[in-house]
C-alpha cells in the first residue's frame, strides 16, 4: 500500500523481465504476463488503487481474493508458485488433472503439461 508510482514501476518491470522455467508453453508465459500487466495496469490508475487499497483495509486479517478466469488460469498459477503460494497452487490445480483442461486456451497438451509442471514443482 505504501509503494509509491516508481516502485511500483521498478516491481512491473522486473517481474515481467523475470521469465519463468523454460518447460512452460508459450501461452502460459503470454498468460502471465497478461495478469502481471492486469495488475500494473489497476494498480497505478489512482481511482482503482484507492479501491483496492479500501478493499485490503475493510478486509484486515481476511484474505482479499481477485476473480481469475479459467483461460487465466496457467498464468495465475505461475504467478502463485513464483510467490511461494504452494498449497494454493495445488488447490486451483489439482481439479485439471482428473477433468482436463478442456476450457483452457492453448493446445490440450501443452495446457495440461502446463498444469502439471506448477502442481509437481508446489508438492515439491
Same mark, same amino acid.
Given at each position: 500500500?505504501?509503494?509509491?508510482?516508481?516502485? #511500483?514501476?521498478?516491481?512491473?518491470?522486473?517481474?515481467?523481465?523475470?521469465?519463468?522455467?523454460?518447460?512452460? !508453453?508459450?501461452?502460459?508465459?503470454? !498468460?502471465?504476463?497478461?495478469?502481471? %500487466?492486469?495488475?500494473?495496469?489497476? *494498480?497505478? %490508475? !489512482?481511482?482503482?488503487?484507492?479501491?483496492? %487499497?479500501?478493499?485490503?483495509?475493510?478486509? $484486515? &486479517?481476511? #484474505?482479499?481474493?481477485?476473480?481469475?478466469? +479459467? +483461460?487465466? #488460469?496457467?498464468?495465475?498459477?505461475?504467478?502463485?508458485? +513464483? /510467490? $511461494?503460494?504452494?498449497? /494454493?497452487?495445488?488447490?486451483?490445480?489439482?481439479?485439471?488433472?482428473?477433468? @482436463?483442461? &478442456?476450457?483452457?486456451? $492453448?493446445?490440450?497438451? +501443452?495446457? #495440461? &503439461?502446463?498444469?502439471?509442471?506448477?502442481? @509437481?514443482?508446489?508438492? *515439491?
Amino acid at each position: 500500500m505504501q509503494a509509491t508510482a516508481e516502485q #511500483l514501476e521498478q516491481a512491473h518491470r522486473d517481474r515481467t523481465l523475470q521469465l519463468p522455467r523454460r518447460e512452460y !508453453s508459450e501461452f502460459a508465459i503470454q !498468460s502471465r504476463k497478461q495478469l502481471i %500487466d492486469m495488475a500494473y495496469d489497476a *494498480l497505478r %490508475d !489512482s481511482g482503482k488503487r484507492q479501491t483496492y %487499497d479500501a478493499k485490503l483495509l475493510a478486509a $484486515g &486479517s481476511e #484474505l482479499v481474493s481477485i476473480e481469475i478466469y +479459467e +483461460e487465466q #488460469l496457467i498464468g495465475a498459477l505461475l504467478i502463485l508458485l +513464483e /510467490l $511461494g503460494e504452494y498449497e /494454493l497452487v495445488i488447490r486451483l490445480g489439482r481439479p485439471y488433472l482428473t477433468s @482436463g483442461p &478442456s476450457n483452457l486456451d $492453448g493446445s490440450s497438451q +501443452e495446457a #495440461l &503439461s502446463d498444469v502439471v509442471l506448477p502442481l @509437481g514443482l508446489a508438492c *515439491l
